[in-house]
């Protein structure tokens, strides 16, 4: 996963609404989207079939004009900006697209070099060593003078990456990348797609049905009825990947999204235990007070999906083992499950149980070691909630 550079916006976005003409009525499509992308960060945009993801990444990618709010890009506003600075912007935005869209009477060579044959510095001889260097990097070096009916569908998708990076862009807009793809091969293009936007330190866009493809994101952001929010359900199938859709879904209702400041604590020892946490961004301090009533610091969490809070809930009327704060010097985003609802998550799911006892187990050797303990630890109480396995 790429380093983020979360002081350079190549994408600021603020209260953006678009509306279509449909015979006499107008409808809403967009309503008051608002988000980041900084330089650097791969960013993935679900939602079903409707959502609005595709009209966000048209006014992103300067293939519709923006109608109301403000649109940001490499620093330049887009609200207001006439076809020639659309088409300007556009030339510096690489596109990957999910039907490939090669031209089948070019080598893929030529195909790849046509995004530079749109830049104002355009050197033919340049162009064509350029292009065979990108193909090289995608692992098609050999196959530069082929023709796209040659290669299979993930070798396509290949060239089409190449296409999109060639130019060197700063953003990259990719829609569906690995719809047309089964999933070994969806799953190997987007490993590379992500590898190669890191070696050029250029952002990423990528529109996803694929939750497979989910874990290599540093953002994932999820659209419904035209607004933008926390993709809950994506982000809860990364850390337990055991549950159902229909799981999933009903978690993902009844889930909030919270947001907490350096020094705030969220879990604080001996408080009863009420709520699971799962960290989507920044980074939080365990520490438990010794026999001296000092607090002592045990880890710290600050990797999106790390979870904590289960301990307490495990057990009927626990307390909290250990307090949990804020550190660091952004926002720490969670999401919480209640009680009740991450009950219910464990007694419906075996599977998502034992991955949990497993965590536990993990989690209290480490504790140990960092104690310098060398007894060994009894295995973590069962879940007292639930069908036992």
């Known amino acids: 996963m790429s380093t983020p550079n979360l002081t350079e916006k190549l994408v600021e976005i603020e209260k953006l609404n678009h509306s279509y003409q449909d015979a006499n ?58 076809e020639n600075k659309l088409r300007d912007m556009r030339r510096k935005i690489g596109f990957v697209f999910q039907h490939f869209n090669l031209l089948d009477f070019m080598s893929i060579r030529q195909n790849v070099q046509q995004s530079l044959e749109l830049q104002a510095d355009f050197s033919p001889r340049k162009a064509r060593i350029r292009s065979e260097e990108m193909l090289d990097m995608v692992g098609l070096g050999d196959r530069v003078n082929d023709y796209p009916k040659a290669l299979s569908g993930g070798q396509k998708q290949r060239v089409a990456i190449a296409r999109a990076l060639v130019h060197k862009p700063r953003l990259v807009l990719a829609d569906e990348p690995t719809a047309a ?27 996803t049905h694929n939750r497979r493809v989910l874990d290599v994101a540093d953002e994932i952001l999820h659209m419904e009825d035209g607004r933008l929010g926390t993709a809950v359900g994506e982000q809860l199938s990364l850390v337990f990947p055991t549950l159902s859709d229909n799981q999933l879904r009903d978690i993902a209702n009844q889930a909030q999204h919270r947001t907490y400041y ?6 604080r020892e001996g408080d009863v235990a009420d709520e699971f946490f799962l960290l ?10 010794n026999s001296n009533g000092q607090h002592v610091k045990l880890t710290e969490l600050n990797k999106r999906g790390d979870y904590f809070g289960e301990m307490g809930l495990l057990q009927e009327n626990a307390l909290r083992a250990a307090t949990i704060t804020a550190r660091g010097e952004k926002e ?12 219910k998550m464990v007694k419906d799911s075996r599977l998502t149980k034992a991955l949990i006892k497993d965590e536990m187990q993990q989690r209290i050797e480490e504790n140990l070691r960092s104690d310098g303990s060398e007894s060994p630890q009894p295995t973590p109480p069962d879940i007292p909630i639930g069908e036992r396995s």
């Open 181 to 207: 793809l089964d999933s070994t091969t969806g799953r190997e293009v987007t490993t590379l797609f992500q590898s190669l936007a890191e070696q050029l330190k250029c952002a990423v866009l990528i529109v």
């Open 25 to 82: 009525q107008s409808k809403q499509v967009l309503f008051d989207v608002t988000f980041p992308i900084y330089a650097g960060t791969n960013v993935f945009l679900t939602g079903y079939s409707g959502s609005g993801k595709t009209t966000l990444v048209s006014l992103i990618g300067c293939l519709r004009s923006v109608q109301t709010g403000s649109l940001k890009l490499l620093g330049e506003e887009l609200n207001g900006a006439n």
């Open 262 to 267: 350096p020094g705030d604590i969220l879990i």
């Open 280 to 289: 989507l961004q920044g980074k939080v301090e365990v520490t438990k007070k």
């Open 332 to 343: 720490v985003a969670v999401l919480t499950i209640k009680k009740e609802i991450f009950a």
